[in-house]
């Protein structure tokens, strides 16, 4: 947390470096191979699929998270954009926006109940994906 403009540009260049270049090259590298699946497998055998985590700040920016929050946004961008240009090749692209901090003592927002949310994304049938999914407490 930092006090409004207090984030130096470098500061802002590394959060986007390690949240936005780092999934482009993880994609990169994933979309030929998630692609090759999909044309040579079973519908019910195979569900090639890039799943990421993110939180609400592209939705509801925080001041003195504006690093996190502008790469968050940035984020989401590159997810929905990977996701419009490979649902149609067969490939589950999804975000997981997690609405808080995860604790065990959540009811919702705990490791547990998250990670079966994101398996059941995972496990949707092909032609069944829906890019966005939020998991908020209570929800």
Same mark, same amino acid.
Request: charged share 20%; hydrophobic share 45%.
């Given at each position: 947390?930092?006090?409004?403009?207090?984030?130096?540009?470098? =500061?802002?260049?590394?959060?986007?470096?390690? &949240? +936005?270049?780092? @999934?482009?090259?993880?994609?990169?590298? $994933?979309?030929?191979? #998630?692609?090759?699946?999909?044309?040579?497998?079973?519908?019910? =055998?195979?569900?090639?699929?890039?799943?990421? &985590? +993110?939180?609400? @700040?592209?939705?509801?920016?925080?001041? $003195?998270?504006?690093? #996190?929050?502008?790469?968050?946004?940035?984020?989401?961008?590159?997810?929905?954009?990977?996701?419009?240009?490979?649902?149609?090749?067969?490939?589950?692209?999804?975000?997981?926006?997690?609405?808080?901090?995860?604790?065990?003592?959540?009811?919702?927002?705990?490791?547990?109940?998250?990670?079966?949310?994101?398996?059941?994304?995972?496990?949707?049938?092909?032609?069944?994906?829906?890019?966005?999914?939020?998991?908020?407490?209570?929800?």
């Amino acid at each position: 947390m930092a006090p409004f403009f207090e984030d130096t540009t470098d =500061e802002i260049a590394y959060d986007f470096a390690i &949240t +936005n270049l780092a @999934l482009y090259e993880v994609a990169k590298w $994933a979309m030929p191979k #998630l692609i090759s699946l999909a044309e040579s497998a079973d519908d019910q =055998e195979a569900r090639p699929s890039l799943i990421v &985590t +993110n939180s609400l @700040l592209p939705q509801y920016p925080i001041p $003195a998270l504006f690093s #996190l929050s502008l790469t968050k946004a940035a984020q989401r961008n590159l997810v929905q954009s990977l996701g419009m240009e490979y649902a149609g090749k067969g490939i589950n692209v999804a975000l997981v926006s997690i609405g808080g901090r995860v604790d065990e003592a959540m009811n919702t927002l705990n490791p547990k109940t998250i990670a079966e949310r994101i398996w059941a994304i995972y496990r949707r049938q092909r032609g069944d994906f829906r890019w966005d999914t939020e998991i908020m407490e209570g929800i």
